[in-house]
């Protein structure tokens, strides 16, 4: 995973794009993307396609992390995400984190951030909802 430390294993897609974890804060892994030819949209400008990969990327890391903290053992489906781009993305390093508002019986809801630079300025935000459901024993 390059520099990063690793908390859980990102999935195929999200070395593809060249995402890793960069780190923790409050025990939530940040998700950083660099940026290179595969996630250029504009000229000079992260694709919108990029940032939502990185938003839920980073959505599925805080929710898997605060699972764990609650020693759950649950599937996790995802069901909406509503995206909100801000600004443009431009050419450099770019992070995410999410924060788990709410973790019930089966839903759960999360915040994600993602910026550039200075996180009080973010580039765009979302929130995802969850299902959460019992993981199935398998059947001998």
């Given amino acids: 995973m390059g520099q990063g430390m690793t908390y859980i294993d990102l999935p ?54 605060e699972l764990d903290r609650q020693g759950l053992d649950v599937r996790i489906k ?23 508002v709410r973790s019930g019986r089966r839903i759960a809801n999360v915040r994600i951030e993602a910026w550039q630079g200075d996180a009080s300025r973010p580039l765009a935000a979302c929130w995802m909802n969850f299902q959460l459901s019992p993981k199935e024993t398998p059947k001998l």
């Fill in 12 to 65: 195929p897609y999200a070395q593809a794009m060249g995402m890793e974890i960069d780190g923790h804060e409050d025990g939530i892994p940040i998700i950083a993307m660099d940026f290179a030819d595969r996630v250029t949209g504009r000229p000079g400008y992260l694709h919108g396609g990029a940032i939502g990969g990185l938003l839920e990327m980073a959505g599925f890391a805080a929710l898997h992390a």
């Fill in 78 to 100: 995802p069901v909406n995400i509503n995206i909100e781009f801000l600004r443009g993305g431009i050419e450099q390093r770019t992070f995410a984190k999410g924060t788990v």
